[in-house]
């Protein structure tokens, strides 16, 4: 038959170049005229079988369903086997027609073959059982040379060599144990490759000799016998016993030099039989390889190797041959089918004793010893691959002598355990080809590969190819790059010398880019090491390489290998001056290192330390040095919290000192806590009762014996009382005395004491003590004043009043301030001095006169006197100033004998050049890591020792190098006068080549009691110019999510004009024109959230809804209106719409449904794009048709990314806006409008644009028709017939209970065609728990509901249609009381709606699609697409249409059978590791799957086919492994949440129900137990997990392993809307742990800790879900107590969950089962019968009851006046007081209450005149922003 294309002799590349040019269809045409045109014996005798078209098809199916098909090494490329190899769907006979049978599976070789693209195209003929040389013992026929049909082609791969050299296929397997792929190699011009032994697995592959066995390659040419090696070469130990795997770098070429070349060891005699062209041809070849090839030929006695052939047919290894066939022959089979020379050689193996096979083992042995010397000097054998080119009739003749002649070269390499290649050398006269063969130890393949690719490509470059002499080879003979790819390939050597070495500070940049260590190890000796002077807290080394004049020394370094992926990265924060370059090794290696700039080394203060060989050297001998003093303390308490508790606990550990961390009941997780040694909880919530409470912290340090306490700054660091009672106590206070601390706290005095060291004074006052009194001195010193407290600092109790009418409340204010947080209420007031800098000097005292001042900073920009970006040097400063403050500094320390560290503030009038003593900080400044920046100095350090009175060298000179910036970044609202804004912190990223000082990170909880810093962003540069540019930069790398934070508002002064320039001054930030990338909600709408499209997509299985639009037409319309990318955010809202205020500009789109839009009160088109502009405020308002409307603002709104998306999944407290719906007073910032590099919010991708009328949305009234296509279950197996044509033909009402979760419909009951659910539950709706598609109209019980983005995946009841993907928007916008009728449309129908409205999108053109006649079904059709029958080895398989992008695989009967799960799990990974084309997620159920796909890559019957070929790869098991975990878990059986949570059912929804008022004893009574024993089956079942999303996030379905554990029960009717976290349920045979606060079902009996890690917090979160499928969950009891404090720890990662690795056995659960199989059909028994009738009517009784009560009962809601006003809180922190009482008369904007947070009180103020109804807090209460605190009438 003639085939389309003329693919004889293509080599494997030819074939993938045409199926890369072709399509796959007229790939596969050509795949199939090849097999139309082979033929099976006897026409053919090289074939023993042919693939099928049918399973050509198959095969093909399966290849196209991967998604990477055409990137794999042999896609489409045709294949033989031999027969002896099992290939799935082809018998294997090993050439024996009676020993034939059907292999369930394919060897592995198969399955590497066809998981690298190859089709199987046939089984070829061989020596029976693979039994010879000669290629002619076969009853299949002889197979012939390819080049005389008079001669053999060889054995026992005769059949394989043939096709190949025919050109059929470019690659066959053989099988090779004493020659057989080799051989034939010769006889037919072929390469023949027999790979090392165990190389490639022998897994499924009839044995010859099973020690001995290879599988072995046919290729016509070296590149392809190289790839195909490249892909069989893998381990398979689980399946093969003498599986092997090349080392990490196996040899790749036989090394030579011109001096070296290449020793040969060829035999010094050869026996040729009477052959002569042969012999010349041999000896040609090896002059050849001598002359050509730069080799070495010695001729050596081959004595020992021919003696180990011998053994193989001499000695016992033919009873491995016997043992293969054993059974076989011992059932007596047909003679006439078995070769009598096989037979013969198979029998001989009887005369061999136990002893024979010792003796010869031996004697093997003893010949290896002789053959390893050979190998050991030779590193190749070159030999004859065999001596003869036989004749059928020679053959006849000499059977067995001429088989044994034949394998005198070949039969000793497998018991020598050698690597073999056969190559072809020449022709001889006859026209027959001849070839010898390579040999050399195991695993040298690849090398004799490219040692066969040298001599082919330079003697025989022009060789045709097998058979066909047309055919020339042309390069394909020439070794593929790259293969194997080396391991180095993918890492860098990397040299490192300094911070980098292990243990020292900066040994974490390579732990981040996963970089390994790999050896320690020296330089040459061509090197210098220099210590460059310390500008920052890292010391550096530099590495010089030294010219031939200089002398070096080897220095020691540490190599690592570096990803290649992470190189970049890390030279990212290799700081200058040193860079990246390369080193010589000791050995001679040269590898990538640290190498310095020659302005390192030859800068002032640089030292050459070349003397101590190494860095690690020098730092211990100036260490020790160090160390030669006493150590300060050997413990220290810390006295503080968040940052710079942290960062004073690193220098504590750089010296050695054991820390000691004390704690709020808020702080037990704070970063702190981790880093000290020892923690002490100071038990309370409030700063007074715990980190200012002196008490308690001379407590926590008597308890430890702490030695000292360092205070840091803020609560206690200026409390001299807390000084004294540290030296009372005979504790150390690091601190300056407290006599200084209170004369310098005291402002007052503190001037005195300036004015005495000749410190220049600004006017001002002595303390004031009334309001009347301070109103009086103002009126002296003259507006402006400043009003400060004496005590406190940090710009609390400090307020500038400009006026008479504010002096006596700023003044009452400051004094409440000072006595609250300092306990002082004393108060001054001082002239203020207008555009005013502040400038501090550092200073440090020993206590005992001396003095020395490090720099000055200026701390110039504040707000509110709260200092916010801090520089060193201060800029535009005199010189001589600058030395002036720091003397004046210096003296004022001197008077006082000042101890520690403090810092001197100043007011610097620039414009004058003077400046004014302003008062002194007698602690740590916050800023102070800029001085260590700049001086290389650590602070901390300096104070440690300055208070164990062993100061460091006050005489020093200190350099300042370089400049340095902080910036304090605030957990506070910019855009909301700076509120306080705590929350938990969901996403912390801050720039790791800067210094950070921080406490925060991703979980750490924010609370409104203490200071809202969150960290200081350090910067150092080389100038002011430089560090201002990378202060931006890591401003724009900083993102923390959770809570809003200043950042946006750092960002705008850092890149302001003002700050480039250093036009800075106290007040300058009170007029600084701050544009708040933002908008804010003044009012928040019914219900308003963040959203984006498509959503949280991929996680479906595992119980994440997608969340997203409910319209996403008008969502996507939204945002291409204003240019937006498709994946930016928008807002969703839900019947009333917000009102917002903007606070930059922007442009806006509104689209949906009908909605009133104003901008400033002015009307506004929707699906238009509106410009706003700063200050604009948009208000929306009420839907007058549909229900959702939706407001995109161009650059999208910067909300988190959470699982992949930015929605909010309210339900679930993630996504979106800190993961709920908007509030009065939220703020969202924005992202950019332009291209920017700031986080990975897309910025827009084209300008705003207007919508074409007929892409706009015409929303009927009332009326709606949806499209909705047929199934997954349907009528008559399901529903009677009748109804569902009633489901189509009557309109549905839309309940008023329907939302995100789930729209619900009212309508005609439902006429079931089954009386109950049978195993799955008592209704005839229910079924075993499967996954449900998105708009999957779901009967819950007899009531419908559509399930929409924000629902659950994985439940038990029916679902009789599934709304169309281009038809949910509909869902979104019909609201409570609409109608709706739902029409079948074909998967064809809801294709093109679906494509046609995305293209409406994309273009913003075209016409909308609408449903009409044309389009809608006349009836509904079947939604089985199609089954496959039972089987005796496989289930039952449907497969129903589930929507127009998801397919429902249903497995067996409906019963639990869990052979059906591990067919579900088989299916997910075959799919998962062919990356199947179109298939975007399986979600697996208890016994079926749902296949979600997307229709733009493969359409529904693509998949369907898919899907079936897949089956039909699968084996049926029932023992079967798969791995498993074993979690055990804490649980308290029926505590007081779980229990009120049942409460709360029975008072809020059903008063009277069979599992009321306790579920528990429902379980009991049901089952005839006592409450007991169900406490006690909890405790001891163990729960196989079969599903996850059972409600939502990770929720398991889960089932007891033991059947007798396995109860009769039922789901609460209707459900609960309420469940706590953590909660067990039993519903029946399942078990469910309850992941969030959600509806329920199942009945409660429990609580465990929090399995739905959020934010992956625990040590073994991967992800946020805990379970996987087949994973085992145990628990173990714990009391009610434990379980709080363990779900407290959970909740912050910090529970250790007790995770065992394990395997789930089937196999050994099958014979438990069996042991214990009477007691488990007795129970089962039990349960059936009467037992079961009467818990049926039991349910149906309390059903009917429900009815005729009228349902559930509704919570009634507090009732206030009509027209009340909601007043809500915009604040969250603490009720402080209310400012009016209830009855009080108020007037518009009049305060209402006071929420104190983060040391700031605010006002809530009323929003209209009235009089106040209701207050609704009391002191002390917390308050969330949106609370309602007060009503107003």
């Given at each position: 038959?003639?085939?389309?294309?003329?693919?004889?002799?293509?080599?494997?590349?030819?074939?993938?170049?045409?199926?890369?040019?072709?399509?796959?269809?007229?790939?596969?045409?050509?795949?199939?005229?090849?097999?139309?045109?082979?033929?099976?014996?006897?026409?053919?005798?090289?074939?023993?079988?042919?693939?099928?078209?049918?399973?050509?098809?198959?095969?093909?199916?399966?290849?196209?369903?991967?998604?990477?098909?055409?990137?794999?090494?042999?896609?489409?490329?045709?294949?033989?086997?031999?027969?002896?190899?099992?290939?799935?769907?082809?018998?294997?006979?090993?050439?024996?027609?009676?020993?034939?049978?059907?292999?369930?599976?394919?060897?592995?070789?198969?399955?590497?073959?066809?998981?690298?693209?190859?089709?199987?195209?046939?089984?070829?003929?061989?020596?029976?059982?693979?039994?010879?040389?000669?290629?002619?013992?076969?009853?299949?026929?002889?197979?012939?040379?390819?080049?005389?049909?008079?001669?053999?082609?060889?054995?026992?791969?005769?059949?394989?060599?043939?096709?190949?050299?025919?050109?059929?296929?470019?690659?066959?397997?053989?099988?090779?144990?004493?020659?057989?792929?080799?051989?034939?190699?010769?006889?037919?011009?072929?390469?023949?490759?027999?790979?090392?032994?165990?190389?490639?697995?022998?897994?499924?592959?009839?044995?010859?000799?099973?020690?001995?066995?290879?599988?072995?390659?046919?290729?016509?040419?070296?590149?392809?016998?190289?790839?195909?090696?490249?892909?069989?070469?893998?381990?398979?130990?689980?399946?093969?016993?003498?599986?092997?795997?090349?080392?990490?770098?196996?040899?790749?070429?036989?090394?030579?030099?011109?001096?070296?070349?290449?020793?040969?060891?060829?035999?010094?005699?050869?026996?040729?039989?009477?052959?002569?062209?042969?012999?010349?041809?041999?000896?040609?070849?090896?002059?050849?390889?001598?002359?050509?090839?730069?080799?070495?030929?010695?001729?050596?006695?081959?004595?020992?190797?021919?003696?180990?052939?011998?053994?193989?047919?001499?000695?016992?290894?033919?009873?491995?041959?016997?043992?293969?066939?054993?059974?076989?022959?011992?059932?007596?089979?047909?003679?006439?089918?078995?070769?009598?020379?096989?037979?013969?050689?198979?029998?001989?193996?009887?005369?061999?004793?136990?002893?024979?096979?010792?003796?010869?083992?031996?004697?093997?042995?003893?010949?290896?010893?002789?053959?390893?010397?050979?190998?050991?000097?030779?590193?190749?054998?070159?030999?004859?691959?065999?001596?003869?080119?036989?004749?059928?009739?020679?053959?006849?003749?000499?059977?067995?002598?001429?088989?044994?002649?034949?394998?005198?070269?070949?039969?000793?390499?497998?018991?020598?355990?050698?690597?073999?290649?056969?190559?072809?050398?020449?022709?001889?006269?006859?026209?027959?080809?001849?070839?010898?063969?390579?040999?050399?130890?195991?695993?040298?393949?690849?090398?004799?590969?490219?040692?066969?690719?040298?001599?082919?490509?330079?003697?025989?470059?022009?060789?045709?190819?097998?058979?066909?002499?047309?055919?020339?080879?042309?390069?394909?003979?020439?070794?593929?790059?790259?293969?194997?790819?080396?391991?180095?390939?993918?890492?860098?050597?990397?040299?490192?010398?300094?911070?980098?070495?292990?243990?020292?500070?900066?040994?974490?940049?390579?732990?981040?880019?996963?970089?390994?260590?790999?050896?320690?190890?020296?330089?040459?000796?061509?090197?210098?090491?220099?210590?460059?002077?310390?500008?920052?807290?890292?010391?550096?080394?530099?590495?010089?390489?030294?010219?031939?004049?200089?002398?070096?020394?080897?220095?020691?370094?540490?190599?690592?290998?570096?990803?290649?992926?992470?190189?970049?990265?890390?030279?990212?924060?290799?700081?200058?001056?040193?860079?990246?370059?390369?080193?010589?090794?000791?050995?001679?290696?040269?590898?990538?290192?640290?190498?310095?700039?020659?302005?390192?080394?030859?800068?002032?203060?640089?030292?050459?330390?070349?003397?101590?060989?190494?860095?690690?050297?020098?730092?211990?001998?100036?260490?020790?040095?160090?160390?030669?003093?006493?150590?300060?303390?050997?413990?220290?308490?810390?006295?503080?919290?968040?940052?710079?508790?942290?960062?004073?606990?690193?220098?504590?550990?750089?010296?050695?000192?054991?820390?000691?961390?004390?704690?709020?009941?808020?702080?037990?997780?704070?970063?702190?806590?981790?880093?000290?040694?020892?923690?002490?909880?100071?038990?309370?919530?409030?700063?007074?009762?715990?980190?200012?409470?002196?008490?308690?912290?001379?407590?926590?340090?008597?308890?430890?014996?702490?030695?000292?306490?360092?205070?840091?700054?803020?609560?206690?660091?200026?409390?001299?009382?807390?000084?004294?009672?540290?030296?009372?106590?005979?504790?150390?206070?690091?601190?300056?005395?407290?006599?200084?601390?209170?004369?310098?706290?005291?402002?007052?005095?503190?001037?005195?004491?300036?004015?005495?060291?000749?410190?220049?004074?600004?006017?001002?006052?002595?303390?004031?003590?009334?309001?009347?009194?301070?109103?009086?001195?103002?009126?002296?010193?003259?507006?402006?004043?400043?009003?400060?407290?004496?005590?406190?600092g940090g710009g609390i109790g400090l307020q500038k009043v400009d006026s008479p009418k504010d002096i006596k409340r700023v003044f009452e204010t400051v004094q409440h301030q000072a006595k609250s947080?300092?306990?002082?209420?004393?108060?001054?007031?001082?002239?203020?001095?207008?555009?005013?800098?502040?400038?501090?000097?550092?200073?440090?005292?020993?206590?005992?006169?001396?003095?020395?001042?490090?720099?000055?900073?200026?701390?110039?920009?504040?707000?509110?006197?709260?200092?916010?970006?801090?520089?060193?040097?201060?800029?535009?400063?005199?010189?001589?100033?600058?030395?002036?403050?720091?003397?004046?500094?210096?003296?004022?320390?001197s008077i006082l004998n000042y101890k520690c560290a403090g810092t001197v503030e100043f007011i610097y009038d620039e414009k004058r050049d003077e400046f004014y003593f302003l008062e002194v900080n007698?602690?740590?400044?916050?800023?102070?890591?800029?001085?260590?920046?700049?001086?290389?100095?650590?602070?901390?350090?300096?104070?440690?020792?300055?208070?164990?009175?062993?100061?460091?060298?006050?005489?020093?000179?200190?350099?300042?190098?370089?400049?340095?910036?902080?910036?304090?970044?605030?957990?506070?609202?910019?855009?909301?006068?700076?509120?306080?804004?705590?929350?938990?912190?969901?996403?912390?990223?801050?720039?790791?080549?800067?210094?950070?000082?921080?406490?925060?990170?991703?979980?750490?909880?924010?609370?409104?009691?203490?200071?809202?810093?969150?960290?200081?962003?350090?910067?150092?540069?080389?100038?002011?110019?430089?560090?201002?540019?990378?202060?931006?930069?890591?401003?724009?790398?900083?993102?923390?999510?959770?809570?809003?934070?200043?950042?946006?508002?750092?960002?705008?002064?850092?890149?302001?004009?003002?700050?480039?320039?250093?036009?800075?001054?106290?007040?300058?930030?009170?007029?600084?024109?701050?544009?708040?990338?933002?908008?804010?909600?003044?009012?928040?709408?019914?219900?308003?959230?963040?959203?984006?499209?498509?959503?949280?997509?991929?996680?479906?299985?595992?119980?994440?809804?997608?969340?997203?639009?409910?319209?996403?037409?008008?969502?996507?319309?939204?945002?291409?209106?204003?240019?937006?990318?498709?994946?930016?955010?928008?807002?969703?809202?839900?019947?009333?719409?917000?009102?917002?205020?903007?606070?930059?500009?922007?442009?806006?789109?509104?689209?949906?449904?009908?909605?009133?839009?104003?901008?400033?009160?002015?009307?506004?088109?929707?699906?238009?794009?509106?410009?706003?502009?700063?200050?604009?405020?948009?208000?929306?308002?009420?839907?007058?048709?549909?229900?959702?409307?939706?407001?995109?603002?161009?650059?999208?709104?910067?909300?988190?990314?959470?699982?992949?998306?930015?929605?909010?999944?309210?339900?679930?407290?993630?996504?979106?806006?800190?993961?709920?719906?908007?509030?009065?007073?939220?703020?969202?910032?924005?992202?950019?409008?332009?291209?920017?590099?700031?986080?990975?919010?897309?910025?827009?991708?084209?300008?705003?644009?207007?919508?074409?009328?007929?892409?706009?949305?015409?929303?009927?009234?009332?009326?709606?028709?949806?499209?909705?296509?047929?199934?997954?279950?349907?009528?008559?197996?399901?529903?009677?017939?009748?109804?569902?044509?009633?489901?189509?033909?009557?309109?549905?009402?839309?309940?008023?209970?329907?939302?995100?979760?789930?729209?619900?419909?009212?309508?005609?009951?439902?006429?079931?065609?089954?009386?109950?659910?049978?195993?799955?539950?008592?209704?005839?709706?229910?079924?075993?728990?499967?996954?449900?598609?998105?708009?999957?109209?779901?009967?819950?019980?007899?009531?419908?509901?559509?399930?929409?983005?924000?629902?659950?995946?994985?439940?038990?009841?029916?679902?009789?249609?599934?709304?169309?993907?281009?038809?949910?928007?509909?869902?979104?916008?019909?609201?409570?009381?609409?109608?709706?009728?739902?029409?079948?449309?074909?998967?064809?129908?809801?294709?093109?709606?679906?494509?046609?409205?995305?293209?409406?999108?994309?273009?913003?053109?075209?016409?909308?699609?609408?449903?009409?006649?044309?389009?809608?079904?006349?009836?509904?059709?079947?939604?089985?697409?199609?089954?496959?029958?039972?089987?005796?080895?496989?289930?039952?398989?449907?497969?129903?249409?589930?929507?127009?992008?998801?397919?429902?695989?249903?497995?067996?009967?409906?019963?639990?059978?869990?052979?059906?799960?591990?067919?579900?799990?088989?299916?997910?990974?075959?799919?998962?590791?062919?990356?199947?084309?179109?298939?975007?997620?399986?979600?697996?159920?208890?016994?079926?799957?749902?296949?979600?796909?997307?229709?733009?890559?493969?359409?529904?019957?693509?998949?369907?086919?898919?899907?079936?070929?897949?089956?039909?790869?699968?084996?049926?098991?029932?023992?079967?492994?798969?791995?498993?975990?074993?979690?055990?878990?804490?649980?308290?059986?029926?505590?007081?949440?779980?229990?009120?949570?049942?409460?709360?059912?029975?008072?809020?929804?059903?008063?009277?129900?069979?599992?009321?008022?306790?579920?528990?004893?429902?379980?009991?009574?049901?089952?005839?137990?006592?409450?007991?024993?169900?406490?006690?089956?909890?405790?001891?079942?163990?729960?196989?997990?079969?599903?996850?999303?059972?409600?939502?996030?990770?929720?398991?379905?889960?089932?007891?392993?033991?059947?007798?554990?396995?109860?009769?029960?039922?789901?609460?009717?209707?459900?609960?809307?309420?469940?706590?976290?953590?909660?067990?349920?039993?519903?029946?045979?399942?078990?469910?742990?309850?992941?969030?606060?959600?509806?329920?079902?199942?009945?409660?009996?429990?609580?465990?800790?929090?399995?739905?890690?959020?934010?992956?917090?625990?040590?073994?979160?991967?992800?946020?879900?805990?379970?996987?499928?087949?994973?085992?969950?145990?628990?173990?009891?714990?009391?009610?107590?434990?379980?709080?404090?363990?779900?407290?720890?959970?909740?912050?990662?910090?529970?250790?969950?007790?995770?065992?690795?394990?395997?789930?056995?089937?196999?050994?659960?099958?014979?438990?089962?069996?042991?214990?199989?009477?007691?488990?059909?007795?129970?089962?028994?039990?349960?059936?019968?009467?037992?079961?009738?009467?818990?049926?009517?039991?349910?149906?009784?309390?059903?009917?009851?429900?009815?005729?009560?009228?349902?559930?009962?509704?919570?009634?809601?507090?009732?206030?006046?009509?027209?009340?006003?909601?007043?809500?809180?915009?604040?969250?922190?603490?009720?402080?007081?209310?400012?009016?009482?209830?009855?009080?008369?108020?007037?518009?904007?009049?305060?209402?209450?006071?929420?104190?947070?983060?040391?700031?009180?605010?006002?809530?103020?009323?929003?209209?005149?009235?009089?106040?109804?209701?207050?609704?807090?009391?002191?002390?209460?917390?308050?969330?922003?949106?609370?309602?605190?007060?009503?107003?009438?």
């Amino acid at each position: 038959m003639t085939i389309t294309n003329n693919t004889t002799g293509w080599t494997v590349q030819e074939w993938k170049k045409f199926h890369s040019e072709s399509t796959p269809d007229h790939s596969y045409q050509v795949l199939s005229d090849l097999l139309s045109s082979l033929a099976v014996a006897p026409a053919d005798p090289a074939w023993i079988s042919i693939c099928t078209k049918s399973e050509l098809k198959h095969q093909w199916a399966i290849l196209q369903s991967k998604s990477d098909k055409h990137k794999l090494p042999l896609y489409g490329v045709p294949v033989a086997i031999k027969d002896n190899i099992d290939v799935k769907d082809f018998e294997t006979t090993a050439a024996c027609p009676s020993f034939k049978y059907s292999p369930e599976r394919d060897s592995t070789v198969a399955k590497l073959l066809k998981n690298a693209g190859a089709i199987i195209i046939g089984k070829t003929n061989l020596d029976q059982f693979a039994t010879g040389l000669v290629g002619t013992r076969s009853p299949y026929g002889k197979t012939p040379c390819v080049f005389s049909d008079q001669h053999v082609s060889g054995g026992s791969s005769a059949g394989s060599a043939s096709v190949v050299a025919r050109g059929l296929v470019p690659l066959a397997l053989g099988t090779d144990t004493a020659g057989s792929g080799r051989v034939p190699a010769m006889l037919n011009n072929l390469i023949g490759l027999k790979p090392s032994r165990g190389l490639l697995s022998c897994s499924g592959v009839v044995p010859a000799c099973k020690s001995l066995d290879c599988v072995s390659i046919f290729s016509t040419n070296i590149s392809d016998a190289q790839l195909a090696l490249d892909i069989l070469a893998q381990p398979d130990t689980e399946n093969d016993q003498y599986s092997s795997s090349f080392p990490s770098n196996p040899l790749l070429k036989f090394p030579t030099t011109a001096h070296s070349p290449l020793k040969i060891a060829v035999p010094s005699e050869l026996p040729w039989y009477g052959e002569v062209e042969n012999e010349l041809l041999y000896k040609n070849a090896i002059l050849d390889f001598k002359n050509n090839l730069n080799c070495q030929i010695d001729s050596i006695d081959f004595a020992p190797l021919l003696e180990l052939a011998k053994c193989l047919y001499e000695g016992p290894w033919v009873v491995e041959r016997y043992v293969a066939t054993k059974e076989f022959f011992q059932s007596n089979p047909p003679s006439e089918s078995i070769d009598p020379a096989v037979s013969s050689i198979i029998a001989s193996s009887k005369k061999f004793t136990a002893e024979d096979c010792f003796n010869f083992e031996y004697k093997r042995q003893a010949i290896l010893q002789k053959v390893n010397q050979i190998i050991s000097k030779y590193p190749v054998l070159i030999v004859p691959t065999a001596p003869l080119n036989p004749t059928f009739d020679q053959i006849a003749q000499q059977p067995i002598q001429v088989n044994s002649q034949q394998g005198t070269w070949t039969n000793f390499v497998n018991l020598a355990d050698l690597s073999a290649l056969s190559i072809p050398t020449g022709f001889k006269i006859n026209g027959l080809p001849f070839g010898i063969t390579l040999i050399s130890q195991k695993f040298n393949d690849y090398a004799l590969l490219n040692l066969a690719s040298q001599y082919l490509s330079a003697l025989h470059p022009n060789r045709f190819i097998g058979s066909l002499k047309h055919k020339l080879i042309g390069d394909a003979d020439k070794l593929i790059s790259n293969i194997p790819k080396p391991d180095l390939s993918k890492s860098i050597k990397l040299a490192v010398v300094g911070a980098h070495l292990t243990g020292f500070e900066l040994h974490w940049q390579l732990e981040i880019c996963n970089a390994s260590f790999i050896a320690e190890t020296k330089s040459s000796s061509n090197y210098k090491l220099y210590a460059l002077p310390k500008t920052g807290p890292v010391a550096k080394p530099g590495l010089r390489r030294v010219g031939p004049t200089e002398s070096g020394k080897e220095i020691t370094l540490e190599i690592y290998s570096v990803p290649i992926e992470n190189f970049g990265k890390f030279i990212s924060l290799v700081p200058e001056p040193l860079g990246i370059g390369s080193v010589e090794l000791k050995s001679g290696e040269w590898v990538k290192s640290f190498i310095c700039e020659e302005i390192g080394y030859l800068q002032k203060g640089t030292k050459d330390i070349t003397e101590y060989g190494g860095w690690r050297n020098y730092i211990e001998s100036t260490q020790a040095l160090s160390k030669a003093k006493k150590k300060p303390f050997e413990t220290v308490l810390v006295a503080n919290r968040g940052e710079i508790a942290v960062r004073i606990i690193k220098s504590l550990k750089k010296l050695g000192i054991q820390s000691v961390a004390v704690y709020s009941d808020l702080d037990k997780y704070a970063q702190h806590v981790d880093d000290a040694d020892i923690a002490v909880s100071l038990h309370g919530t409030t700063a007074a009762e715990t980190y200012l409470s002196i008490d308690k912290i001379i407590k926590a340090a008597k308890s430890t014996n702490s030695q000292a306490i360092i205070p840091g700054y803020g609560f206690l660091s200026e409390n001299a009382d807390f000084a004294d009672r540290c030296a009372q106590e005979n504790i150390v206070f690091v601190g300056p005395s407290s006599n200084a601390i209170r004369k310098l706290g005291l402002k007052h005095s503190a001037r005195a004491i300036a004015e005495q060291a000749n410190v220049p004074l600004a006017p001002g006052s002595g303390l004031v003590k009334t309001a009347e009194e301070a109103a009086s001195i103002a009126e002296k010193l003259e507006y402006p004043v400043m009003v400060k407290s004496t005590a406190g600092g940090g710009g609390i109790g400090l307020q500038k009043v400009d006026s008479p009418k504010d002096i006596k409340r700023v003044f009452e204010t400051v004094q409440h301030q000072a006595k609250s947080y300092f306990g002082d209420s004393g108060v001054f007031l001082e002239r203020f001095v207008e555009n005013a800098r502040h400038v501090e000097v550092q200073i440090l005292g020993d206590g005992y006169g001396k003095a020395i001042a490090v720099g000055e900073r200026d701390c110039s920009l504040q707000r509110r006197n709260q200092k916010v970006i801090e520089e060193t040097p201060a800029p535009r400063l005199p010189e001589s100033t600058r030395q002036k403050m720091r003397k004046a500094a210096e003296q004022l320390a001197s008077i006082l004998n000042y101890k520690c560290a403090g810092t001197v503030e100043f007011i610097y009038d620039e414009k004058r050049d003077e400046f004014y003593f302003l008062e002194v900080n007698t602690r740590l400044q916050v800023e102070h890591p800029i001085t260590e920046m700049v001086t290389g100095l650590d602070l901390v350090e300096w104070m440690i020792f300055i208070a164990a009175d062993m100061p460091p060298d006050f005489s020093q000179k200190i350099v300042v190098t370089g400049a340095s910036m902080e910036a304090r970044l605030y957990a506070e609202n910019p855009v909301k006068s700076f509120q306080p804004s705590p929350g938990q912190l969901t996403d912390v990223t801050f720039p790791e080549w800067a210094r950070v000082d921080t406490w925060v990170k991703k979980g750490t909880i924010i609370s409104s009691e203490y200071d809202p810093t969150l960290a200081k962003i350090i910067v150092h540069g080389k100038d002011r110019n430089e560090c201002l540019q990378k202060l931006r930069q890591a401003l724009d790398e900083t993102i923390v999510y959770g809570c809003i934070t200043n950042v946006d508002y750092l960002r705008s002064i850092a890149n302001s004009q003002m700050f480039a320039e250093a036009k800075v001054a106290t007040k300058v930030l009170d007029s600084f024109d701050y544009s708040a990338h933002a908008f804010e909600i003044l009012s928040p709408g019914a219900y308003t959230t963040v959203q984006d499209y498509p959503g949280r997509v991929g996680l479906w299985r595992i119980g994440v809804p997608p969340s997203g639009p409910m319209d996403n037409y008008s969502f996507r319309i939204a945002n291409r209106i204003v240019g937006n990318s498709k994946k930016s955010p928008a807002i969703e809202i839900t019947l009333s719409g917000p009102t917002i205020l903007f606070h930059n500009e922007t442009v806006i789109s509104v689209t949906g449904g009908n909605v009133s839009v104003e901008v400033n009160d002015e009307v506004k088109s929707m699906w238009e794009p509106t410009n706003i502009k700063r200050g604009d405020k948009l208000t929306i308002g009420k839907l007058t048709t549909g229900c959702r409307s939706y407001l995109a603002i161009r650059g999208g709104i910067d909300v988190t990314e959470y699982l992949g998306s930015r929605s909010t999944f309210a339900l679930g407290n993630l996504g979106g806006y800190n993961g709920r719906v908007l509030k009065l007073g939220d703020v969202l910032f924005l992202g950019s409008q332009h291209e920017s590099a700031v986080g990975t919010l897309p910025t827009p991708d084209a300008a705003p644009s207007s919508v074409p009328s007929n892409l706009i949305l015409d929303l009927p009234a009332k009326e709606w028709t949806v499209g909705v296509t047929c199934g997954p279950h349907g009528a008559p197996d399901f529903f009677k017939p009748e109804y569902i044509d009633t489901f189509f033909k009557d309109q549905w009402k839309i309940h008023y209970n329907s939302n995100r979760f789930g729209v619900r419909l009212i309508g005609p009951k439902p006429v079931w065609a089954r009386p109950d659910g049978g195993e799955a539950g008592l209704h005839p709706s229910n079924t075993h728990d499967y996954v449900y598609s998105m708009g999957a109209i779901n009967f819950t019980g007899d009531e419908p509901v559509i399930l929409t983005v924000d629902g659950p995946s994985l439940g038990g009841f029916v679902c009789a249609a599934v709304v169309a993907e281009s038809e949910m928007w509909k869902i979104g916008q019909v609201k409570p009381g609409d109608l709706v009728r739902f029409v079948p449309i074909s998967y064809d129908t809801a294709r093109k709606l679906k494509e046609t409205q995305d293209k409406c999108i994309e273009d913003l053109s075209g016409k909308l699609p609408t449903l009409n006649k044309d389009n809608v079904l006349s009836k509904p059709e079947n939604p089985v697409l199609a089954e496959l029958p039972a089987t005796n080895k496989n289930p039952r398989v449907i497969y129903r249409q589930a929507g127009d992008h998801y397919i429902l695989v249903e497995y067996g009967v409906n019963e639990l059978d869990l052979n059906l799960s591990y067919r579900i799990n088989r299916l997910t990974n075959m799919v998962e590791q062919n990356k199947t084309v179109g298939i975007v997620e399986l979600s697996q159920g208890v016994r079926s799957v749902l296949v979600e796909y997307n229709g733009y890559e493969a359409s529904q019957s693509q998949i369907l086919e898919t899907l079936i070929a897949y089956e039909k790869e699968m084996l049926s098991f029932t023992k079967w492994k798969v791995p498993s975990k074993i979690f055990r878990l804490p649980m308290a059986f029926e505590d007081k949440k779980t229990l009120a949570a049942v409460t709360r059912y029975q008072e809020t929804i059903r008063s009277n129900a069979p599992w009321l008022p306790n579920n528990v004893d429902f379980i009991a009574s049901v089952n005839n137990i006592n409450r007991s024993d169900v406490k006690d089956m909890l405790y001891s079942a163990r729960f196989l997990v079969l599903g996850l999303g059972d409600v939502f996030l990770g929720a398991p379905c889960a089932v007891p392993l033991d059947p007798r554990q396995r109860y009769l029960g039922t789901k609460y009717n209707p459900s609960r809307t309420f469940t706590p976290n953590g909660t067990v349920g039993i519903g029946g045979m399942y078990m469910c742990i309850y992941t969030m606060e959600s509806p329920g079902g199942y009945q409660l009996v429990g609580r465990t800790i929090p399995i739905w890690d959020k934010l992956s917090l625990g040590a073994h979160s991967t992800s946020p879900w805990l379970l996987t499928p087949f994973d085992q969950v145990e628990f173990y009891p714990v009391t009610e107590e434990q379980i709080d404090i363990m779900s407290d720890e959970a909740s912050q990662g910090r529970f250790k969950v007790d995770i065992v690795e394990s395997v789930f056995d089937h196999g050994k659960y099958l014979e438990w089962v069996q042991e214990n199989i009477d007691s488990i059909k007795e129970f089962q028994d039990n349960q059936g019968g009467e037992k079961m009738q009467e818990f049926s009517r039991l349910i149906q009784i309390a059903n009917a009851e429900l009815e005729k009560s009228g349902g559930p009962k509704n919570l009634e809601e507090e009732k206030f006046p009509e027209g009340a006003e909601m007043v809500y809180s915009e604040y969250s922190g603490r009720f402080w007081k209310p400012l009016v009482q209830v009855g009080d008369e108020v007037k518009e904007g009049q305060g209402l209450i006071v929420v104190e947070a983060m040391k700031t009180e605010m006002v809530v103020n009323s929003p209209k005149a009235g009089k106040v109804f209701k207050i609704v807090h009391e002191n002390g209460d917390m308050v969330e922003a949106g609370d309602l605190v007060v009503v107003v009438e």
